[in-house]
Nanobody
């Protein structure tokens, strides 16, 4: 019933761009803060970005600040993560999560793989 589905991942060269989507079904996305996490093999899960469900404030990890932009389209029940100037260290599985507050995760998507390589 409650589902989050990520899409938009793929293979991109360093310096390239991708836009990830997090589409919700079974609930109204604008009630929730939506966080993007990523995890690469051998690394801890990292919070990448979040957009709050209360004030709509956006937050970014220092590692992506200035390169990534989070946004939401409530009419489409979708949150986006625009990723520019991608680096090899951005390679990871990216997950979106929904909760009352940023960085909490009551609901998870299954992830989408982003590979940045030449």
């Amino acid at each position: 019933q409650v589902r989050l589905v990520e899409s938009g991942g793929g293979l991109v060269q360093p310096g390239g761009s991708l836009r990830l989507s997090c589409a919700a079904s079974g609930f109204t996305l604008d009630y929730y803060a939506i966080s993007w996490f990523r995890q690469a093999p051998g690394k801890e899960r990292e919070g990448v970005s979040c957009i709050s469900g209360i004030g709509g404030s956006a937050y970014y990890a220092d590692s992506v600040k200035g390169r990534f932009t989070i946004s939401r389209d409530n009419a489409k029940n979708t949150v986006y993560l625009q990723m520019n100037s991608l680096k090899s260290e951005d390679t990871a599985v990216y997950y979106c999560a929904a909760a009352e507050r940023c960085w909490d995760h009551d609901y998870w998507g299954k992830g989408t793989l982003v590979t940045v390589s030449s």
